[in-house]
């Protein structure tokens, strides 16, 4: 009798371990893309979560919907073939921080997997926004002549929430950010995939002042920043970030932590990136609003047809200064593009006209007088320039001391124009070393290939530069202090 109670128990604890499925279908949703779903698929979700958590199936088949709220203990599965698709109508969204397809707040264990695809159908969408405010129903200023981000729906905003996978899925098509997780912990995305080149301001996901956060096997096509940290909050401090096995194309910059830089970014460990087509920098690091960026550790990142290698910036654009120090780069490995690299791409970024004209922008760490960007330590660097327009503009910062600071300014890699190097700028910095760099130029270029000013702390060892052109220092030194060699 006794063992027969034991085998029920048993039965029961393994029963009770396993999460029910509840197929969205039996709540009312129908799969034909032109039923609303939205009131169909939330009653599936309160069920499991009121059930004590479990998988929200949506099956085989196009299920048109609105905002839903995902709620704790809830995993929402995409099954092959499965399509979530956001509506085109504006009315039919809700807003948390900013408007949103799916949604949750202060959740914990929730998931979103499968094969299946989440779009936002983001043309049609913004364009009914873009409609709305010329019809005066929306308020904006429309600057640039696009509606506000805040405007455009986003595909999913997770905030507040503890431990979260997101894996496998396709997410495409945002109206703008495609994705953001706002002081999220133990945050994990896998093997996902986003397509977002629909309209303006696609960042192919926004991880914002979080912590425990692993990116890994992911595939990222956006028209705007591909896999981006920002942080809104001076308080706190984005930390154990980790990024690996990636592959991403962007009209912006590969992998970026700024623009928004209130608050703190440490411990960061970037690995095994492969970017493609990107129109600015695979990396870039920005502390521009305050913020302290520290303890970066950055390898095997390879780029091809690229507008730059890294960007390291440090600036005043608020209130304060804050401070970037100690990182690493190692194995680094780019071919910068003969001609535009995302030319041809949908919402790609401007042409030369549209900005300062330039020849090619070099790698640049460039910190400012009251502030000098510290300890950064690259080894086995290799930057292949594949042409060059033969010195088809020589303006003034050419010139020692003639490339403005732009403290306050807005960062990006072609900021400040022309730049008096072609191969790496660096200035307002100390302690900076390089081991093992390999510049090639293929072309001509009046310019020196590395200009360094105002460094306290200067070490290159291992240097090689490949160039056409004799100019008289390819390597100009400016300002440099404590130089520790040059070989």
């Not at 599965?77 to 504006?90: E, I, M, P």
């Not at 900013?98 to 929730?110: F, G, R, T």
């Given at each position: 009798m006794k063992k027969a109670i034991c085998v029920i128990l048993l039965a029961f604890s393994v029963f009770k371990g396993v999460a029910k499925t509840y197929n969205i279908t039996n709540f009312g949703a129908k799969g034909d893309s032109l039923t609303l779903n939205t009131q169909a698929i939330q009653k599936a979700i309160d069920f499991a979560y009121n059930a004590g958590g479990g998988k929200v199936l949506i099956p085989k088949g196009t299920f048109l919907s609105g905002t839903i709220f995902?709620?704790?203990?809830?995993?929402?599965?995409?099954?092959?073939?499965?399509?979530?698709?956001?509506?085109?109508?504006?009315?039919?969204?809700?807003?948390?921080?900013?408007?949103?397809?799916?949604?949750?707040?202060?959740?914990?264990?929730?998931?979103?997997?499968?094969?299946?695809?989440?779009?936002?159908?983001?043309?049609?969408?913004?364009?009914?926004?873009?409609?709305?405010?010329?019809?005066?129903?929306?308020?904006?200023?429309?600057?640039?002549?696009?509606?506000?981000?805040?405007?455009?729906?986003?595909?999913?905003?997770?905030?507040?929430?503890?431990?979260?996978?997101?894996?496998?899925?396709?997410?495409?098509?945002?109206?703008?950010w495609v994705q953001t997780y706002i002081k999220c912990n133990n945050l994990l995305i896998s093997n996902t995939k986003t397509e977002s080149t629909s309209y303006w301001n696609n960042d192919g996901m926004d991880i914002v002042d979080c912590k425990n956060v692993t990116v890994k096997g992911c595939k990222v096509n956006s028209a705007d920043d591909g896999i981006c940290f920002k942080s809104f909050d001076p308080s706190y401090t984005s930390e154990n970030l980790r990024v690996k096995r990636c592959t991403v194309r962007t009209s912006a910059s590969g992998i970026k932590f700024g623009t928004a830089s209130y608050g703190n970014f440490k411990t960061v460990k970037i690995n095994k990136i492969f970017c493609y087509d990107n129109y600015r920098t695979v990396i870039a690091i920005e502390s521009v609003d305050g913020g302290t960026i520290d303890d970066f550790d950055v390898k095997n990142i390879k780029g091809r047809n690229v507008g730059g290698a890294f960007f390291i910036r440090l600036g005043e654009r608020r209130t304060k200064v804050g401070a970037l120090k100690n990182v690493k780069f190692k194995n680094i490995d780019v071919e910068v593009a003969a001609s535009k690299p995302d030319a041809g791409y949908e919402n790609e970024g401007p042409t030369d006209e549209d900005i300062h004209p330039h020849n090619t922008l070099p790698s640049s760490i460039v910190g400012i007088p009251d502030a000098f960007i510290q300890n950064v330590s690259i080894k086995n660097l290799k930057i292949n320039y594949l042409t060059q327009k033969a010195a088809d503009f020589i303006p003034s910062p050419q010139k020692d001391g003639g490339v403005p600071l732009f403290i306050k300014a807005y960062p990006e890699f072609n900021m400040f124009g022309e730049l008096p190097a072609w191969g790496i700028y660096l200035r307002h910095a100390k302690n900076v070393s390089f081991e093992n760099t390999k510049l090639l130029l293929n072309g001509k270029d009046y310019r020196s290939a590395v200009v360094a000013d105002s460094i306290d702390g200067l070490t290159l060892k291992g240097f090689k530069i490949n160039c056409i052109s004799k100019v008289k220092e390819p390597v100009k030194l400016i300002n440099v202090t404590n130089l520790k060699s040059i070989q």
């Open positions: 995902l709620k704790s203990n809830v995993e929402l599965y995409l099954a092959k073939d499965a399509v979530l698709l956001g509506s085109a109508d504006f009315y039919q969204y809700n807003k948390s921080r900013w408007y949103s397809l799916i949604i949750a707040n202060d959740a914990v264990n929730i998931s979103i997997k499968g094969t299946g695809t989440i779009n936002g159908q983001g043309r049609k969408l913004a364009k009914n926004v873009f409609d709305l405010v010329l019809q005066g129903k929306i308020e904006d200023k429309l600057e640039l002549n696009r509606p506000h981000e805040s405007w455009r729906p986003q595909i999913l905003e997770l905030s507040n929430c503890q431990n979260i996978t997101i894996s496998n899925i396709t997410v495409k098509n945002g109206s703008g």
